[in-house]
């Protein structure tokens, strides 16, 4: 896959419309019949293929990320029926009628991004978006797509089709955010009635309803997980911060065991670690770069003039002749979150400190008093 997308066409006029989207939207690399060859394919990166275009497609859903087809709709379904697998897996895939006149989202609206697909093709050709998926339609939360521009990742997926039912279906839905984001309500209109945001889950336990998106880096209790998941989505925000200090040639198992040891106590969600903050003496250390690596982090590093422009309680000497810093896992915490205060402000193990904090994030914009 040289682009995320494969745009395909079939007939004459579809060919031409291909092309033309290709110089303007040029995300997509090209396949057409050979039949309709003009001898500049080659020096265009056009790839042609022989016989029926069905042949081709197991391979394309395995190669891009989208796939844009110039075929009828009917067609379509038929092809893609017996290679589908799951939501989370199949690629986007966008129709285009024959005229033009119509870009229609057709498999992974949300997870896959066909709907955001379909509507910048629209746009490229002129064409009129033709999006289904019920929260789209009713500029409501796409419970699949919550929170994926920010970075949340969803812990517990099996109840997103009877949540997101619950959703459009105007039930009463609870959305408990203790940390995150806020300005996640996309739409210019209040937030539905039907959907009452609340900050802790021990409130959110105290009222009845249907279903519930709950974001938090928390790990729930027992009761917690009964109550708000028994028909609910569980969000991880990136909202913490670890400052990190370690001897020269700590292992990533000694960094690693620390981390999750220390999460657990303060019961916290791994998933909904941001970065690593440190100094810039580290910037090249093995055991933070590996960890880091493995878990899909960065690797945030401060210079000991700015990890000193933060007060520490507990400043140590020791540190200072050694670095330049007076601390630094816990400086690069709050440097890094911009945090005032730490949720843990330091913890030694071994060749090792941890200091956690948490990002603050601004008020809700969609609490419902202020609506």
């Given amino acids: 896959m040289n682009k995320p997308y494969a745009a395909v066409a079939i007939?004459?006029?579809?060919?031409?419309?291909?092309?033309?989207?290709?110089?303007?939207?040029?995300?997509?690399?090209?396949?057409?019949?050979?039949?309709?060859?003009?001898?500049?394919?080659?020096?265009?990166?056009?790839?042609?293929?022989?016989?029926?275009?069905?042949?081709?497609?197991?391979?394309?859903?395995?190669?891009?990320?989208?796939?844009?087809?110039?075929?009828?709709?009917?067609?379509?379904?038929?092809?893609?029926?017996?290679?589908?697998?799951?939501?989370?897996?199949?690629?986007?895939?966008?129709?285009?009628?024959?005229?033009?006149?119509?870009?229609?989202?057709?498999l992974s609206g949300h997870l896959g991004g066909a709907n955001?697909?379909?509507?910048?093709?629209?746009?490229?050709?002129?064409?009129?978006?033709?999006?289904?998926?019920?929260s789209d339609v009713q500029q409501t939360i796409p419970v699949d797509m919550f929170g994926r521009s920010f970075g949340w990742k969803?812990?517990?997926?099996?109840?997103?089709?009877?949540?997101?039912?619950?959703?459009?279906?105007?039930?009463?839905?609870?959305?408990?955010?203790?940390?995150?984001?806020?300005?996640?309500?996309?739409?210019?209109?209040?937030l539905p009635s039907h959907i009452q945001v609340l900050h802790s889950a021990e409130a959110a336990m105290e009222i009845d309803f249907q279903a519930a998106l709950v974001i938090t880096d928390r790990l729930l209790n027992l009761r917690e997980e009964s109550v708000l998941l028994r028909n609910g989505v569980l969000y991880r925000p990136q909202s913490l911060v670890l400052g990190i200090g370690c001897n020269r040639g700590t292992s990533v198992e000694e960094i690693e065991a620390l981390i999750l040891d220390t999460l657990l106590e303060l019961k916290l969600s791994v998933k909904s670690v941001r970065n690593i903050a440190t100094i810039d003496l580290k910037k090249d250390?093995?055991?933070?770069?590996?960890?880091?690596?493995?878990?899909?982090?960065?690797l945030i590093t401060y210079t000991p003039e700015q990890l000193n422009t933060v007060t520490l309680k507990n400043p140590s000497e020791t540190v200072h002749r050694f670095?330049?810093?007076?601390?630094?896992?816990?400086?690069?915490?709050?440097?890094?979150?911009?945090?005032?205060?730490?949720?843990?402000?330091?913890?030694?193990?071994g060749n090792c400190t941890i200091s956690v904090a948490r990002v603050p994030f601004e008020a809700a914009a969609v609490d419902r008093e202020s609506l």
């Fill in 285 to 298: 250390e093995p055991g933070l770069l590996e960890v880091c690596a493995k878990q899909g982090w960065k």
């Fill in 154 to 190: 969803i812990e517990s997926f099996e109840r997103a089709t009877p949540v997101s039912a619950s959703v459009v279906n105007e039930e009463r839905v609870v959305v408990v955010q203790e940390t995150g984001e806020k300005n996640w309500w996309m739409y210019d209109k209040p």
């Fill in 11 to 106: 007939t004459k006029h579809g060919v031409e419309m291909a092309r033309g989207l290709t110089e303007i939207f040029p995300a997509a690399d090209l396949f057409y019949m050979s039949k309709f060859a003009r001898g500049d394919e080659e020096a265009k990166d056009i790839r042609l293929f022989e016989g029926s275009v069905k042949l081709i497609l197991p391979d394309l859903f395995k190669a891009y990320n989208g796939i844009i087809l110039f075929i009828s709709l009917g067609a379509v379904v038929r092809m893609i029926a017996p290679i589908l697998v799951d939501k989370k897996q199949d690629p986007a895939v966008v129709v285009i009628d024959d005229r033009g006149e119509h870009v229609i989202s057709v």
């Fill in 323 to 349: 670095t330049g810093a007076y601390g630094v896992s816990e400086p690069a915490a709050l440097l890094s979150s911009g945090a005032a205060e730490w949720l843990l402000e330091k913890k030694k193990s």
């Fill in 116 to 134: 955001e697909l379909t509507r910048e093709v629209a746009l490229a050709i002129g064409a009129r978006p033709v999006i289904t998926t019920a």
